[in-house]
């Protein structure tokens, strides 16, 4: 079945420290993105990228990398600029119109 | 800014009845409307979309669309305890396809 995997579910990030959320997708979508969601909030987007080899800033990039080297992928790293990352994190893909698809998602805290 | 609005909630109704769940958008060039559901803990499903005035049905699913009014609905029928989730408003204009997602309505459906 198609569809997009978020891995890991569960991960923790000491003070100072990079981690990488991965994110796969066999949808063959051309455009990918990352949300982060707070309790209470709506999704607030980090980066997206249409195209291989091309990402855009979303509202809340500071703090974050992202890299699009293959269709299928579309790593997000969690750099120790960002001061308050503990959020559940959702990357998600899309043909265009028609909505997304959204992946399980990965619960980051900081320990 | 584009902006999506949303009660909060939690919106109670009882098993078998009609929930109603209400979104207003700012944008006036806006083309494409979603919703999605999302359970406690999990990532946002997409349930509906919608692309032009009037009624769409899916199911016990029904997404209203009134552009002049700036206002998006879904109604579920013969709800049911499983339909208990949080119910996000997502609405795009056209060219990036990247939606703006309001911050969710919680609905309760009680036995």
């Known amino acids: 079945d198609g569809g997009i995997t978020q891995s890991p579910k569960y991960l923790f990030r000491k003070e100072g420290q990079n981690v990488t959320l991965s994110c796969e997708q066999n949808?063959?979508?051309?455009?990918m993105y990352w949300y982060r969601q707070d309790p209470g909030q709506g999704l607030r987007l980090i980066y997206y990228?249409?195209?291989?080899?091309?990402?855009q800033k979303g509202d809340i990039a500071e703090g974050y990398s992202v890299s699009r080297e293959k269709k299928e992928s579309f790593p997000l790293t969690v750099t120790s600029a960002q001061k308050n990352p503990t959020a559940f994190y959702l990357c998600?893909?899309?043909?265009?119109?028609?909505?997304?698809?959204f992946g399980s998602g990965t619960r980051l805290t900081v320990v | 800014q584009k902006e999506v609005e949303q009660n909060s909630g939690p919106l109670s109704v009882p098993e078998g009845a009609i929930a109603s769940l209400n979104c207003t958008y700012s944008?006036?060039?806006?083309?494409?409307f979603f919703w999605y559901r999302q359970y406690s803990g999990k990532s946002p499903e997409l349930i509906m979309s919608?692309?032009?005035?009037g009624d769409k049905e899916d199911g016990r699913f029904t997404a209203q669309l009134n552009k002049a009014s700036q206002y998006v609905s879904l109604l579920i029928r013969d709800s049911q305890p499983s339909d208990s989730a949080t119910y996000l408003c997502?609405?795009?204009?056209?060219?990036?396809?990247?939606?703006?997602f309001g911050r969710g309505t919680s609905l309760i459906v009680h036995p």
């Open positions: 990228s249409q195209i291989v080899n091309d990402f």
């Open positions: 919608i692309y032009s005035n």
């Open positions: 997502a609405v795009s204009s056209g060219g990036s396809y990247i939606p703006t």
């Open positions: 949808l063959n979508h051309d455009a």
């Open positions: 998600a893909s899309t043909t265009g119109a028609a909505g997304y698809t």
């Open positions: 944008d006036r060039g806006s083309q494409s």
